[in-house]
């Protein structure tokens, strides 16, 4: 059993960066994954199964800790990639991983840097950072900037909400971002949890560091000016601040609206998610950590998507 490879028990591996997170713990070979999900049915947990991955049908808000003790019992690493209504579950994934000795949990983060105060989704985050801290719990708290599939404008093609987000430059246009390739985040947390260097520590994940108006030069040498002229909507701050007034008193079912606005608030008028101010907030640079990492740059990626768009949250809204 010593000999065994660790075992990594991943809460939330249906979604986004559930399934980015198992993919990249399969492909590193150095694991044995458990993926624990309330539907264990979904597709990609039905293929994860055939690849040799334990499913666990677990419901977070109605789970006890006897279950979740068994889930956890002869983990090594618990990672939580979860709905935003069960980021207050995971007190209690934390207190049956004490309970059984998982040596490292790393909770629900996966976003970008900012302060309190700026992001209520983000202090939820931050709250819960603060209750594996007083559990005594080994942790790593791992954030991964923005998404490089939400920063590149989707072609004409792609339609919808999600689309029409990508097309909106918030502010000047010139704030810049810490990015990452969503489907890469897997591939970097194999290499953050088994590094001791990364105990009780926080990890910024990035790949790249650019604009919404360097976006929107790739996208236009791509498809033209006339692409720009159709797709391309400008936010003025002063308009865009209205817009954070008002969904800041939306009623708690369109909370989710309230979310969106103040992480475009944070990133594309605070400028909060850039790799220097996390690097003075004492976030370790994944980068320094890894040299030897060679992520494409964010035109590469652009490139990249134009030939074949993954479309996160497509089908959400």
């Known amino acids: 059993m010593s000999q065994q490879k660790p075992l990594v028990v991943v809460f939330g591996a249906s979604g986004e960066t559930g399934r980015s997170i198992v993919e990249g713990l399969l492909r590193s070979g150095e694991y044995r994954v458990a993926a624990v999900a309330r539907n264990p049915s979904k597709p ?14 677990v419901d977070l808000l109605a789970v006890t800790q006897e279950r979740l003790k068994e889930v956890l019992a002869g983990a090594d690493c618990a990672i939580a990639t979860l709905p935003t209504t069960c980021i207050e579950a995971q007190k209690e994934i934390v207190e049956a991983a004490k309970a059984v000795g998982v040596k490292r949990f790393v909770p629900d983060d996966f976003g970008t840097e900012a302060p309190t105060g700026v992001m209520i989704l983000h202090d939820k985050k931050l709250a819960i950072r603060e209750y594996v801290k007083k559990s005594g719990l080994a942790y790593t708290f791992i954030e991964v900037g923005y998404w490089m599939q939400t920063v590149v404008p989707w ?33 970097h947390v194999a290499r953050i949890i088994q590094d001791d260097r990364t105990l009780n520590q926080t990890v910024l994940i990035w790949e790249d560091e650019k604009t919404q108006n360097q976006a929107w030069a790739i996208a236009e040498r791509k498809f033209g000016s006339e692409f720009v002229q159709q797709k391309k909507k400008v936010i003025p701050e002063a308009e865009f601040m209205e817009q954070l007034e008002a969904a800041r008193a939306v009623p708690p079912e369109q909370v989710i609206f309230r979310y969106i606005t103040e992480y475009r608030y944070s990133l594309y008028i605070r400028g909060d998610n850039t790799v220097a101010k996390a690097k003075a907030a004492g976030v370790l640079d994944f980068k320094e950590l890894y040299p030897d990492v060679k992520a494409p740059t964010f035109e590469e990626f652009m490139i990249a998507f134009y030939g074949s768009p993954y479309q996160p949250y497509a089908d959400m809204f």
């Open 44 to 57: 990609a947990l039905v293929k994860f199964a055939e690849r040799g991955v334990t499913v666990h049908q």
């Open 155 to 187: 072609p004409a093609e792609l339609s919808g909400f999600v689309a029409d987000l990508t097309r909106d430059v918030v502010g000047t246009g010139d704030v810049p971002l810490a990015i990452t390739d969503l489907l890469h985040i897997g591939d």
